[in-house]
């Protein structure tokens, strides 16, 4: 049936119009739920005259509604239909028309569809006509598809009306070409979104969407995604997803609209796991930097430990700035140090700037230790321990003193500061507040411990610039005889130690620096490394070696420190052992210290159902056969991870290895370098046998007992 209304301004009778199937038009405009809406301004009629028109609409039925292709937008739940005439921004409707089978004007046509004639007059004139469709008879339930049309009308000429019609999505689903793209090369895949009406059924073009859909990217925290757009606004549009190759552990792309209650979205992530290999090497005078420790940032680059050497050059000491694609600059000690990096300018380190101004002018200072770098990651200044032997410290009032200091460097400034300690320190963090936390060994006054009777102590260098050095026994942890390493909670409010004497695994709170908890060990007793998780879980890796097969150990949950809570598992790789371990990505690493071995992973912990993974490291063969059979592969000294990568530092062969984030536990390694080894494809699982060889001190920078 069709009913009309009278124009408040030029109607002086019925308008008609008429939907013809297979006609062509311009995409319509936005229209909220009750078809009322204005986007256009229309022409006022040169005169009142009535003229007639018509519209011819052909709705699909639901068995073939996915496949049909219109010039506008009709879904097949279609049943009524309301005519607006938009003037002055404000929508009046003059008519309303039912769209089923039964209905006047309309009948059941060749393939099932249904098709209706509507016939008013109308103004003389040009005209704005806003078009609604709905699921229900009278003009009522929920909108289907909208439109505004354009039309002039003549007095005395029947006019068909030419439209398209877009449809109203109720809820969206956006599927990718391919979930997963590999690390370490840029790519793209097509991003496709779905819509459905409120009735359920696929809104399908060339028409467009009533209301242009957004896409939004969540979880990308390091940037490597990009939308070719933002806004699709009509089914079928081409949008690509753009990947950089970086580090990118899961994203999501969610689709959203206006009136839209059910979105579901799309995750992509990264797979495979991307490694690259670089070295400090001076080209001009022949000078290799060693890294030994090393602590990666959040803003993807990382503070390296170096010493460096050559030909006729040896042993200075320097702390570099390094990007995944290399090193940055290189800070070295001041003028008056005996072992200072020649002058700016005569070192050839592609991409490198040579920094003079850390006051490593302490006699025979050198680095120290396993994690004896740290970088804050609020104010980026860098962290580093130094031990040296001198004739004019404080702490020993002209005498002859062994001892360390804790350096400050500022890397904007290019400048550093060194607070001599009472011991050698090693082993440093920053927790979220700004503290820094170390361990230290204690150091010497003609023979006399600076420590007093303690040989080992906690030390804190405090946001406010407070150093507070705390022996052992006053912290209640006289038990243990030699600490492996210690790590804080990243609130910085529990410290975690392993012992490397049989004791166990200590837990401390450091506002208190006193009751500590020991968990006991029974297969890990030598404790050479530990890290801890957000949660505080505590993961270790032991240099005890039953059958040459080494072991880690874990307590998952820092509020359930207890001996019952211990695990200790060996590792799957035979001779795999660690002197230092990171958290991040959900997952404990370690850096392989054997010859040819690699970083180790260990996920699920704070589950209790561990998943052990391994990435090979390759061998280098530009050194092969130099040191005889015990270096015929990388061993990494220090490991860190932040900012979406791992990041090892080979002393073996001066490499620093990059993993990015997203690696899974299994797979391949895309492995490339920017020297010697070129490029391969190694197995994170190689669990072969290897034959042991075991360097001559086995605890170097510091680790001895």
Not at 351 to 378: C, D, K, R, W
Not at 463 to 483: H, K, M, Q
Not at 522 to 535: E, F, L, R
Not at 659 to 678: D, E, F, K, M, W
């Amino acid at each position: 049936m069709l009913r009309t209304r009278r124009s408040p301004f030029t109607l002086a009778a019925a308008v008609a119009l008429t939907f013809a199937l297979g006609a062509c038009g311009g995409g319509g405009s936005s229209l909220p739920a009750s078809g009322i809406g204005s986007v256009t301004q229309p022409t006022t009629p040169t005169q009142n005259d009535n003229a007639p028109a018509k519209m011819v609409i052909s709705i699909p039925p639901k068995s073939a509604a996915s496949s049909m292709r219109n010039p506008k937008y009709i879904s097949a739940s279609t049943k009524s239909m309301t005519i607006g005439i938009l003037s002055n921004g404000k929508t009046t409707q003059v008519a309303e028309a039912d769209l089923t089978p039964t209905s006047p004007s309309c009948a059941v046509v060749s393939g099932g569809a249904t098709q209706c004639t509507v016939n008013f007059l109308g103004a003389a004139g040009s005209n704005t006509f806003v078009l609604t469709m709905y699921d229900a008879i009278g003009g009522k339930g929920n909108v289907l598809s909208t439109g505004n049309v354009n039309a002039t009308l003549t007095a005395g000429t029947n006019t068909t009306i030419a439209v398209d019609l877009d449809g109203v999505p109720a809820s969206l689903s956006l599927v990718l070409g391919v979930a997963s793209l590999p690390v370490g090369a840029a790519s793209t895949t097509s991003v496709t979104v779905q819509a459905n009406d409120a009735d359920g059924n696929l809104i399908i073009g060339p028409g467009g969407f009533a209301s242009p859909i957004t896409l939004a990217i969540t979880g990308d925290t390091y940037k490597t995604l990009a939308l070719s757009s933002t806004t699709v606004s009509s089914p079928g549009q081409l949008v690509t997803l753009g990947y950089d190759g970086g580090s990118n552990v899961g994203s999501t792309i969610t689709p959203s609209a206006s009136g839209v209650t059910s979105a579901t979205a799309a995750t992509f992530g990264a797979s495979g796991a991307s490694l690259t290999l670089f070295e400090y090497f001076d080209t001009v005078n022949n000078i290799y930097g060693q890294p030994s420790a090393i602590a990666a940032s959040s803003n993807g680059t990382a503070a390296i430990m170096l010493e460096l050497e050559g030909p006729s050059y040896c042993c200075s000491d320097a702390i570099a700035i390094a990007s995944p694609s290399g090193y940055q600059k290189v800070f070295a000690g001041d003028t008056t140090d005996p072992y200072n990096l020649p002058a700016a300018g005569s070192v050839t380190v592609p991409g490198a700037t040579i920094v003079h101004g850390m006051a490593q002018n302490l006699e025979s200072e050198e680095f120290e230790a396993y994690g004896g770098v740290a970088v804050n990651p609020t104010s980026g200044l860098i962290y580093y321990a130094t031990v040296f032997s001198t004739t004019s410290a404080p702490n020993c009032s002209g005498q002859n003193e062994y001892s360390g200091t804790l350096g400050v460097l500022n890397p904007t400034a290019g400048t550093a500061t060194e607070k001599i300690l009472k011991g050698i320190p090693g082993s440093i963090h920053v927790d979220t507040t700004g503290n820094v936390w170390f361990l230290e060994y204690s150091g010497q006054c003609n023979g006399t411990n600076l420590l007093g009777s303690d040989e080992f102590a906690i030390g804190e260098l405090s946001s406010s610039g407070t150093l507070t050095e705390t022996p052992f026994s006053v912290a209640g942890l006289s038990a243990i005889n030699y600490p492996g390493d210690m790590s804080i909670s990243p609130d910085g409010s529990q410290m975690y130690i392993g012992a490397d004497d049989s004791t166990g695994v200590y837990k401390i709170a450091t506002a208190s620096m006193s009751a500590a908890v020991n968990a006991a060990v029974t297969n890990t007793p030598d404790i050479m490394t530990i890290a801890s998780g957000p949660d505080g879980t505590t993961a270790w890796f032991s240099d005890d070696e039953p059958a040459e097969n080494y072991f880690y150990g874990y307590i998952p949950g820092s509020k359930a420190f207890s001996t019952t809570n211990v695990s200790e598992t060996p590792f799957p790789i035979n001779t795999f052992y660690s002197y230092d371990m990171a958290y991040a990505d959900g997952s404990f690493w370690m850096a392989g210290a054997e010859n040819g071995t690699g970083i180790g992973r260990l996920s699920g912990l704070a589950s209790g159902t561990p998943v052990s993974g391994y990435y090979a490291m390759p061998n280098p063969s530009a050194n092969a056969g130099c040191c005889g059979s015990n270096y015929t592969g990388q061993q990494l000294e220090g490991i860190s991870a932040a900012g979406g990568y791992v990041w090892a530092a080979d002393d073996n062969y001066a490499n620093i290895d990059i993993l990015q984030y997203g690696a899974p536990n299994n797979g391949t390694v895309t492995y490339t370098s920017t020297r010697r080894i070129g490029t391969q494809t190694v197995a994170p699982f190689a669990f072969k046998a290897m034959q042991k060889h075991r360097a001559v001190n086995p605890h170097p920078h510091g680790r001895t007992h």
